[in-house]
């Protein structure tokens, strides 16, 4: 009785750690410390190694030489250790399933300091990693983006993963560059007609050309949605010198979000371009849309655009005036390898001479397959039919047109920075006045340079 009282004042005065130093030597009992390694032995069989370590503890103080106290305080020990370890991986993993939670919700402060305790784990580093770099990519944080998918590289099982990520991270930023050259041929580069209009001999002629392009991109106040674009591209016909173009494209855009699902659009822009060496097309214009999430994979839009063409080349003025569109579109995503776009248009084209407004619609289909993450294919088919106002006095009715396009590209990643394109694109316009109905055939090869500075 007395000792298992000394016993119980022992345990309510423990060491402050005993794995930490070794026990401080007692005047020896060896009796009283056998006491004490068989409370450990119970302890530790309990599942209670923290009380097992101080019994066992006190046993080695008073008994140095009671080799199942010495071994009795080891197990308990490394046992404690065991535990602590255990707790500290249900802890981090509790932390990562709460970071993963408040990301889904939009909650992102919090999903940070979530993966801040989850990321204590190191298993746990790249997948934390990978859910930081999500953070910043939303934050359009492109910098800390690039760093934290730097740091997956470390891990295998990621690597290829992230692979699609990282490009679109060394390719974007605040302000993003873009470099471009192209070389194309055309069996009809002047879209003329097969059959040549009585009194002509003109037949359709085939040209080569090559296209430097360039543009700059920023979007200078982070999270806004503001984005401010300038491109600029030269096309140098090889034989057709009347048909290289100089062309400059200025943009800015807003998007703006209503909801979570909703998001509103609201855009400016200029065309300018000199077509032959002299000034061909002043056209500025302004954009409205609005994007709706309908499913996780279904996206929905719409939007307007109007657009004022002033043609300042004398031969092309009676083309100038005002032009309205509206489009509808749906894209869906059901897959990260598959990726379709149905699109409906409805455009008025003004024009000052009424022998040229018209009045056109159609309907396109945008499909892209991606075999591997490197490579896209894509195919674009559309149909355009065009209502003209005015009587043609040639042939004393109006003209009708119906367009339509297939394009075949295939697009590789050659590195981060560097994508190439090769594609081919077939051009039909049948029309109810013969001079119009022509085709066009036309190969392409490009490459482009991007590169996201900061």
């Not at 069989?45 to 008073?62: D, M, N, W």
């Not at 490394?78 to 889904?104: K, N, P, S």
């Not at 879209?191 to 700059?216: F, K, N």
Request: with cysteine.
């Amino acid at each position: 009785m007395i000792g298992l009282a000394f016993v119980l004042l022992g345990l309510a005065a423990p060491p402050p750690d005993p794995c930490a130093t070794a026990p401080t030597p007692e005047p020896p009992d060896r009796a009283t410390a056998r006491v004490y390694a068989e409370v450990g032995a119970a302890e530790l069989e309990a599942g209670h190694a923290e009380v097992a370590a101080i019994a066992y503890a006190h046993a080695v103080a008073l008994d140095a030489s009671l080799g199942k106290a010495s071994a009795g305080l080891a197990a308990a020990c490394a046992a404690l250790r065991e535990q602590g370890t255990r707790q500290r991986r249900a802890d981090a993993e509790g932390a990562f399933a709460l970071g993963v939670e408040r990301f889904r919700a939009g909650d992102d402060p919090g999903a940070t300091a979530a993966f801040d305790r989850a990321a204590e784990w190191p298993t746990l580093a790249a997948p934390v990693g990978l859910y930081r770099a999500l953070v910043a990519l939303r934050a359009d944080d492109w910098p800390e983006v690039r760093r934290e998918l730097d740091l997956l590289r470390k891990d295998p099982a990621l690597t290829e993963g992230v692979a699609t990520l990282r490009r679109l991270a060394a390719r974007q930023g605040r302000v993003m560059l873009t470099l471009g050259g192209e070389a194309g041929y055309d069996d009809n580069a002047e879209l003329l007609p097969e059959t040549p209009p009585a009194g002509t001999t003109r037949t359709p002629r085939a040209d080569a050309h090559t296209l430097l392009a360039g543009s700059l991109v920023a979007r200078p106040v982070r999270g806004l949605g503001l984005r401010l674009e300038q491109s600029v591209s030269w096309r140098d016909q090889l034989e057709i010198d009347a048909l290289d173009l100089l062309a400059s494209t200025s943009d800015a855009s807003l998007r703006l979000p209503i909801a979570r699902w909703l998001r509103s659009r609201a855009a400016g822009g200029l065309d300018y371009l000199v077509l032959g060496g002299q000034s061909y097309l002043f056209a500025p214009r302004a954009d409205l849309g609005v994007e709706v999430d309908l499913l996780p994979s279904l996206r929905g839009a719409a939007s307007y655009r109007l657009r004022w063409r002033d043609f300042l080349a004398p031969a092309f003025a009676g083309f100038t005036g005002n032009s309205h569109e509206g489009t509808l579109s749906v894209a869906v995503e059901p897959a990260g390898w598959l990726r379709a776009e149905a699109a409906y248009r409805l455009a008025r084209e003004g024009a000052r001479d009424a022998l040229f407004s018209a009045t056109a619609q159609g309907a396109a289909l945008d499909l892209w397959l991606s075999p591997a993450p490197w490579l896209r294919a894509g195919l674009f088919a559309g149909w355009r039919h065009r209502a003209f106002d005015g009587l043609d006095p040639n042939v004393g009715f109006r003209r009708g047109d119906d367009e339509v396009t297939l394009d075949l590209r295939l697009e590789a990643d050659a590195s981060d920075h560097v994508t190439c394109q090769l594609g081919g694109a077939l051009l039909r316009n049948q029309s109810n006045v013969v001079d119009f109905e022509f085709s066009r055939l036309s190969v392409l090869g490009a490459c482009s340079l991007m590169v996201g500075l900061w």
